[in-house]
């Protein structure tokens, strides 16, 4: 399963497999090394432009839960992971 393509994860279609492939994530096992912040963090330095929604749906395919409940659980905690990630010095 950790070749999974990113359009059979749960909360993810064939746009987010896009987005995801122009930052170099193909597969669930790339998805997961990188976590989901991290993962939103570089499709939104490579696109430019990716909502949110992304990233409630990056964890949701991560944990199991749907995009919806992840937005409204764990919406602040997650924010909070994104700044302190944008924050640190990138290599």
């Known amino acids: 399963m950790q070749h999974t393509k990113i359009a ?3 909360n993810l279609g064939p746009k987010s497999q896009h987005i995801l492939a122009q930052a ?9 090394q990188l976590g989901a912040v991290a ?28 995009w919806q409940q992840v937005a409204r659980e ?9 700044e302190q990630f944008l924050s640190q010095p990138q290599v």
């Open 8 to 10: 059979d994860l749960p």
């Open 24 to 32: 170099c994530i193909h597969n669930l096992q790339e998805l997961r």
């Open 39 to 66: 993962a939103y963090a570089r499709c939104q330095r490579v696109t430019g432009n990716v909502s949110l929604n992304l990233l409630w749906a990056l964890e949701g395919a991560l944990t199991g839960l749907s």
């Open 74 to 82: 764990h919406r602040a905690s997650l924010l909070l992971a994104l």
